[in-house]
């Protein structure tokens, strides 16, 4: 096992639950180990603080598992957590909604692990190399307690750069079960999707959009929709479900743009649209908001669900410029009397700071709003940290 020597600041951090220990905050820089390692942390009085999964080629050296009390980290560690993890979610659990989050890293005590499910296929995305000392332990576990035909492997993009890592185990690799027959379907509040697990952004689907979806639905009907950064369509299908009149779509992506074709059809299967009822633009966002406004188009409800401008933390002033710039242009395309809603999924933008643009944006117009609700993730997403809460929207009613 690994020693790890932290400041006395941040074991009071530990203590209170907050899962990383970044390199710049080692204090023994030396270390000797491999991903995968289990580090320990003594506080100053050198008693057990926290037990974690070291990983020397992430600047998060140490994912923090278990806090205060040692224990061993083994197979009935990591049950006890899924079980935990299933707790949460047997709410959610209907026949409805057949896609959501099994574990949500650190927030479920599994840090740097997602495991997402698609009907019946699950997809473990993971964000550190280290847990491939693990799998031989949790693929099992998975199996015994998601009753599912297959699990499918991800790596996020930046460990999958890494050499060592996908020597192994394989990106979209079977971990157990047949072979994944794409698209995968699945339903999410009973709107049918389908999502490809392999090739698709996060693990093929933004499950995190669902309660925000199922507002967008009830505030849908005989309204006309601009749906910007569509990806797959959810937000468009939900909204014709919901009794939109008219949806137009504007994503950079065509693979996503043809997808959200499929989606629709697959959810109206004898509804012909209109180009009026529905079209889409290929288009970067800014553009595509400039080109209807001068075309003074305008829209009952505007959906502003763009990637993450904060890629990093350095970016963060920038990010919220763009973010401002976004709901300026948004706010310039929606009806007097029109809805207006704003998501920010970057990690590093804090939910204050966020609205704060959304609001400047509005008003930087000229327009006025009435703020209708904040709203975050859905239940299968459970926050334990700051870092947890990465996705913050915000539904205003443009009132002038
Ligand atoms: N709202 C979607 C998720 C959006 S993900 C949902 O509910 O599923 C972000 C999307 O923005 C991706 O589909 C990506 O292709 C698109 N995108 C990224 N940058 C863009 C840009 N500058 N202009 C238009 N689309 C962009």
């Known amino acids: 096992m690994i020693k790890i020597k932290i400041s006395k600041a941040l074991e009071g951090k530990i203590r209170k639950g ?58 009935d560690f990591f049950e006890k957590r899924i079980i935990q993890a299933l707790k949460l979610r047997e709410s959610i659990l209907n026949e409805d909604t057949t896609g959501y989050r099994l574990i949500n890293g650190e927030n479920d005590g599994f840090p740097g692990l997602v495991l997402d499910r698609y009907e019946s296929t ?13 799998l031989d332990i949790l693929v099992p576990l998975f199996k015994k307690f998601f009753s599912v035909d ?4 991800r790596w996020s993009r930046k460990v999958i750069e890494l050499p060592e890592t996908t020597k192994k185990y394989k990106e979209g690799q079977i971990l157990f079960g047949e072979k994944v027959e794409l698209p995968i379907r699945f339903k999410e509040n009973g709107v049918k999707f389908e999502a490809d697990v392999i090739l698709g952004q996060k693990t093929g689907f933004y499950l995190d959009q669902r309660d925000n979806r199922e507002q967008v639905r009830s505030l849908s009907n005989g309204k006309s929709i601009l749906n910007v950064f569509s990806y797959t369509g959810a937000f468009t299908v939900y909204a014709f479900s919901g009794g939109a009149c008219s949806v137009l779509e504007v994503d950079s992506n065509s693979f996503a743009l043809a997808a959200s074709k499929k989606n629709l059809r697959l959810n109206f299967k004898s509804r012909k649209f209109s180009l009026e009822e529905f079209s889409q633009m290929k288009a970067n966002a800014f553009d595509a908001l400039l080109e209807l406004e001068r075309n003074s188009q305008k ?30 242009a948004g706010a310039k395309v929606t009806k007097k009397g029109g809805i207006l809603f704003a998501a920010s999924c970057s990690v590093h933008v804090e939910a204050a700071n966020f609205y704060k643009a959304v609001f400047s944006g509005i008003l930087s117009t000229g327009r006025k709003y009435e703020e209708i609700n904040r709203t975050g993730h859905g239940k299968d997403h459970p926050i334990k940290f700051s870092e947890g809460e990465y996705l913050k929207g915000v539904f205003c009613k443009i009132t002038l």
């Open 122 to 134: 699950i997809v473990l995305k993971l964000y550190t190399s280290a847990w491939v000392s693990y």
């Open 150 to 153: 297959r699990c499918v492997l």
């Open 299 to 328: 829209f009952d409800l505007v959906i502003l669900d763009p990637p993450a401008f904060a890629k990093r933390k350095k970016q963060k002033a920038t990010a919220l410029k763009a973010y401002m710039r976004l709901v300026q």
């Open 18 to 75: 907050y899962p990383w220990i970044f390199y710049y905050q080692v204090q023994n820089k030396h270390l000797e180990g491999k991903s995968g390692d289990l580090g320990v942390v003594y506080d100053c009085k050198n008693r057990f603080l926290a037990i974690g999964l070291y990983d020397p080629e992430s600047d998060i050296r140490l994912r923090v598992l278990q806090v205060h009390d040692s224990i061993d980290i083994d197979g």
